[in-house]
């Protein structure tokens, strides 16, 4: 697996939703294929015909416990150990995970549950009747604050002397827990502000079996505990991702082999899942703005960590999930921390340029941003604790900048871990030269794209409830949006410009639906002003906060 490269070329690009095609400068993601490969998209249907306190399937989810049901004492802790560490924590690339921990998180199952209904075992990726879309290893940095960079998560330990402190922890939670209870308040009220040895590594040990690996404090996480409490950096991202991928192919399973039984087969099938799939949720509710619960006026975004955006907010009232999920194209957001929001996130990362650039990431001009951007986007295979899942950030370039082609099918590598780290870690060429997109760019895909995403989600155009059919396919135009991600006037504007006099290849509903692209040149002087405002209105009110306006017939 090479470095990721950026192919540029004039392309027939179109909005995912339809529209009128432009032909223009282009920038993919490869690897690309020439013609779709691989196995047929459309997830098996499992829509459950009972309401989900009537399924025989209990779902525990674990990984989101310590999320939702904060320990009092936590983020005193967090306080103190901070005053003493935080040098520590910033040279192991956790600082911003784990002020991250002190917020509050309230898991919405049934938002899970409607997001696992399209996902793909085979690609890691949802697949929406608009597009491919996955949480990302750009989603883990910035939501969660870990990092993709360091040493593996399986790293041993490399002298008798932490080998000792590993012992001790493992001796104290002897004494403390007993092998069948997992009793974290015992832990964390026998060593907090204690002044005992190791504190700091036994304060690093319950945050990583609450936090980012959910499990019972044990040997799992006493070694990187202690990796990390040296100011060793160790790449938790993808081992994070890696547990939530795996789960999320779990659940699924286990949905479809619950809808497949009879209804008056009265066994409950149990399924316990250990990742912090919340951060599945928190994902859905950046892009989705339809389903955003209501967030709080007062909160914080502290040391660039965004899930603080989210801190004790909760879902209320009822809506149709599936529906909403599926006519949430039009107001999808590929890049939503590309944007500022109302507190706390305007300083963005460096890969989020202001203007269009090529540059040698490589050699002298690489830095920690910049190669944490390109591990993003380089395919691979992700090494967790206790899995190994593909990472294939090429059929998802839209969530990067970059307009999307025919993604080259990758199966599943049998690499064994030693392997698949290697891949991932290796070093970047000093001369990758890589194109960064302007992080108010949207991007398009090709019009071969449109016609195969089409005509593979077809069935699935019948769950837009809302959006009338001969709507699906209308104009899309990019606008200019200012440094806040706000438009104005003036960008309206330069928008209306940029599309007038246009010359390009015409798409119509009907011969699009045949799956025949009747070629109609011409030069197209006029645009719908109604639709243009209505699309500037509606960043606006995703800058603010508030539901976009839903075309209507």
């Known amino acids: 697996m090479e470095d990721p490269t950026i192919i540029e070329r004039v392309e027939l690009l179109v909005s995912p939703l339809g529209g009128i095609p432009q032909r223009r400068v282009a920038h993919f993601l490869d690897p690309i294929g020439t ?81 696992v209904e399209r996902w793909s075992c085979e690609t890691n990726s949802f697949i929406f009747p608009w597009g491919e ?25 490399q002298s008798p002397e932490l080998v000792e402190i590993e012992e001790y922890l493992e001796n104290a939670r002897r004494g403390l827990i007993g092998s069948k209870t997992n009793n974290q308040s015992r832990w964390l009220n026998y060593f907090m502000n204690s002044g005992k040895d190791y504190e700091h590594e036994a304060f690093l040990s319950l945050w990583l079996s609450r936090f980012v690996f959910p499990c019972k404090i044990g040997a799992p996480v006493f070694s990187l505990a202690v990796n990390l409490a040296r100011g060793m950096r160790l790449a938790l991202a993808p081992a994070v991702l890696a547990s939530i991928y795996r789960d999320l192919g779990s659940l699924r399973k286990a949905m479809i082999e619950t809808c497949g039984r009879n209804r008056d087969i009265s066994e409950i099938h149990k399924l316990n899942l250990w990742s912090p799939l919340f951060f599945v ?20 975004i ?64 690489l830095d920690q941003g910049m190669e944490s951007f390109v591990r993003c986007l380089r395919v691979s295979e992700l090494v967790g604790l206790d899995c190994q899942e593909p990472y294939r950030p090429n059929r998802v370039a839209m969530q990067f900048g970059y307009d999307q082609d025919f993604p080259k099918w990758i199966p599943r590598s049998p690499s064994s871990p030693e392997l698949a780290w290697y891949n991932y870690s290796r070093p970047i060429a000093s001369d990758l030269r890589l194109y960064y997109p302007s992080r108010l760019f949207e991007p ?72 025949n692209h009747e070629k109609e040149s011409g030069t197209y002087d006029m645009i719908d002003i109604a639709k243009l405002e209505r699309r500037i209105k509606n960043l606006e009110n995703i800058n603010s906060g508030k539901v976009p306006i839903f075309r209507t017939k």
């Open 133 to 157: 879309a996955t949480v990302s290893l750009e989603d883990m940095m910035v939501l969660g604050g870990f990092s993709v960079l360091g040493d593996c998560v399986k790293s041993p330990l």
């Open 35 to 115: 013609s779709i490969e691989g196995p047929n998209l459309i997830p098996h249907s499992i829509h459950f015909p009972f309401d989900q306190s009537e399924w025989p399937l209990k779902v525990t989810f674990h990984g989101c416990n310590g999320w939702r049901d904060q320990q009092k004492k936590w983020k005193e802790w967090v306080e103190t150990m901070e005053s003493i560490h935080r040098p520590v924590w910033i040279a192991a690339g956790i600082y911003g995970a784990l002020k991250g921990s002190t917020y509050r998180v309230h898991t919405n199952e049934n938002l899970i549950f409607g997001l």
């Open 302 to 365: 502290v040391s660039g960590v965004r899930i603080g955006r989210w801190h004790n907010v909760k879902q209320t009232g009822e809506i149709n999930l599936r529906t909403t999920i599926d006519a949430s194209g039009e107001i999808f957001l590929w890049r939503p921390y590309a944007l500022a929001v109302e507190a706390g996130w305007s300083i963005f990362p460096k890969f989020y340029k202001e203007n269009e650039e090529w540059t040698i990431v490589g050699g002298q001009n």
């Open 444 to 515: 398009d895909v090709t019009t071969r794209y449109f016609k195969w995403w089409r005509n593979e989600t077809d069935c699935q155009m019948e769950n837009y409830p809302d959006v009338p059919p001969e709507h699906i396919a209308e104009e899309t135009v990019h606008t200019s949006i200012d440094g806040n991600g706000s438009s104005s006037a003036g960008s309206m504007e330069r928008s209306k410009a940029s599309v007038v006099t246009a010359t390009c290849t015409q798409i119509t509903e009907g011969n699009m639906a045949m799956g």
């Open 281 to 300: 949720q928190v994902w859905a509710w950046e892009r989705m703005v339809s389903l955003q619960p209501e967030c709080p006026q007062n909160y914080n």
